[in-house]
């Protein structure tokens, strides 16, 4: 899979094409769809363009959104953040997430509080467990908790910045985590990404290791040559070239 994040938590601040209403959203994902991706990972807004997880925005996003994948002919997958940052209380959050319809998978964040909780809110609500693992050093977190084994798939996703300020050959820092996955016994799929500079060469990491990807203004504005994207559809081609 190649997945689109069109906008994470940023704004225009970051780049004046970043899509932050349900329209432009839309508008840019028939773009990406067209290029070539085939999931998608969402940071739903609400009217304000503000981030939230209430259900009944996440509910009317996911429709619309799946409706334009079925246009386009795209089996797309739809995934969400399950951010604390979004709604700091767990007991409310977990609460909004009980009631979400349409979303295949969401990533919870391992660095997050309670993430145990929430993971098994959505494994009674069927909603796939997509783990956020930011560093090596979260692996043992991860096992600690037991629910490896019960994940859809666990996000590598590494940023050479905050918080972690993580160092040396991002394939390398890939490798760490990849061999304690092996190491743990886990056949769990497999989502390698990195932030800002580390992004392109961890697109290729992942084409290498037949991992799932993703690109988008969520992780890096930029194109390999160093040139600002206009566009996510840009980002997504040029990950496919890469993938050649």
Same mark, same amino acid.
């Given at each position: 899979?190649?997945?689109?994040?069109?906008?994470?938590?940023?704004?225009?601040?970051?780049?004046?094409?970043?899509?932050?209403?349900?329209?432009?959203?839309?508008?840019?994902?028939?773009?990406?769809?067209?290029?070539?991706?085939?999931?998608?990972?969402?940071?739903?807004?609400?009217?304000?363009?503000a981030?939230?997880?209430?259900?009944e925005?996440?509910?009317?996003?996911?429709r619309?959104?799946?409706?334009?994948?079925?246009?386009?002919?795209?089996?797309?997958?739809?995934? $969400?953040?399950?951010?604390?940052?979004?709604?700091?209380?767990?007991?409310?959050?977990?609460?909004?997430?009980?009631?979400?319809e349409?979303?295949?998978?969401?990533?919870?964040?391992?660095?997050?509080?309670?993430?145990?909780?929430?993971?098994?809110?959505? $494994?009674?609500?069927?909603?796939?467990?997509?783990?956020?693992?930011?560093?090596?050093?979260?692996?043992?977190?991860?096992?600690?908790?037991?629910?490896?084994?019960?994940?859809?798939?666990?996000?590598?996703?590494?940023?050479?910045?905050?918080?972690?300020?993580?160092?040396?050959?991002?394939?390398?820092?890939?490798?760490?985590?990849?061999?304690?996955?092996?190491?743990?016994?886990?056949?769990?799929?497999?989502?390698?990404?990195?932030?800002?500079?580390?992004?392109?060469?961890?697109?290729?990491?992942?084409?290498?290791?037949?991992?799932?990807?993703?690109?988008?203004?969520?992780?890096?504005?930029?194109?390999?040559?160093?040139?600002?994207?206009?566009?996510?559809?840009?980002?997504?081609?040029?990950?496919?070239?890469?993938?050649?």
């Amino acid at each position: 899979m190649l997945q689109v994040t069109p906008n994470g938590p940023w704004t225009k601040d970051v780049h004046p094409n970043m899509p932050v209403s349900l329209t432009e959203v839309l508008a840019d994902l028939r773009e990406c769809f067209r290029a070539g991706a085939t999931g998608v990972h969402l940071h739903v807004r609400d009217e304000t363009g503000a981030e939230t997880l209430r259900p009944e925005v996440v509910n009317e996003t996911c429709r619309w959104v799946r409706a334009l994948a079925a246009e386009e002919g795209i089996a797309a997958e739809i995934g $969400l953040t399950t951010g604390e940052w979004i709604v700091p209380g767990l007991a409310e959050r977990i609460a909004m997430i009980r009631e979400w319809e349409g979303v295949d998978v969401a990533t919870v964040n391992l660095s997050e509080a309670g993430f145990e909780s929430v993971m098994a809110a959505m $494994l009674d609500t069927g909603i796939g467990i997509d783990v956020g693992l930011w560093a090596p050093a979260e692996m043992k977190v991860l096992l600690a908790s037991g629910l490896l084994p019960r994940a859809r798939r666990v996000s590598i996703e590494l940023d050479p910045g905050e918080p972690y300020h993580l160092t040396g050959e991002p394939s390398a820092v890939a490798q760490q985590v990849n061999s304690a996955l092996d190491e743990a016994g886990s056949a769990c799929p497999r989502l390698t990404h990195g932030m800002n500079e580390w992004t392109w060469p961890l697109v290729a990491d992942a084409f290498r290791r037949g991992h799932d990807t993703r690109v988008g203004f969520e992780d890096s504005i930029y194109l390999p040559d160093g040139s600002i994207a206009p566009g996510n559809a840009a980002l997504v081609r040029a990950a496919l070239a890469l993938r050649g």
